[in-house]
């Protein structure tokens, strides 16, 4: 599976963004899809991530409320609309695909098999 994030970029605080990330290749192997983050001098951290199937989310208690996850099967596309945007928020932000291969939680980069490269948003105070 191969993954494209896109959609990062500078706004003010308040402002809203949204991400995008197009599954290609052997998709059909992947069963979730999530969206990690990494900010200057921390780890990588969980933001959301989607089942394909049934669509079921799950959020960082830091971004509920102000980001909403969705996907498009017959498009192989997840997004992540980010609303209410703060300082805070400011990081790489990947996408990755979980296939079943790796066990554990939605919420562990561990899960997940395939990553895309990366989308920079930064936020503005």
């Known amino acids: 599976v191969q993954l494209q994030a896109s959609g990062g970029g500078l706004v003010q605080a308040g402002g809203s963004l949204r991400l995008s990330c197009a599954a290609s290749g052997r998709t059909f192997s992947s069963y979730a899809m999530g969206w990690f983050r990494q900010a200057p001098g921390k780890e990588r951290e969980f933001v959301a991530a989607?089942?394909?199937?049934?669509?079921?989310?799950y959020y960082a208690v830091s971004v509920k409320d102000r980001f909403t996850i969705s996907r498009d099967n017959a498009k192989n596309t997840v997004w992540l609309q980010m609303n209410s945007l703060k300082p805070e928020d400011t990081a790489v932000y990947y996408c990755?695909?979980?296939?079943?291969?790796?066990?554990?939680?939605?919420?562990?980069?561990?899960?997940?098999?395939?990553w895309g490269q990366g989308t920079q948003v930064t936020v503005s105070s």
């Open positions: 989607i089942k394909w199937s049934s669509g079921t989310t």
């Open positions: 990755a695909s979980r296939t079943g291969r790796y066990g554990g939680s939605y919420y562990s980069e561990a899960a997940y098999e395939h």
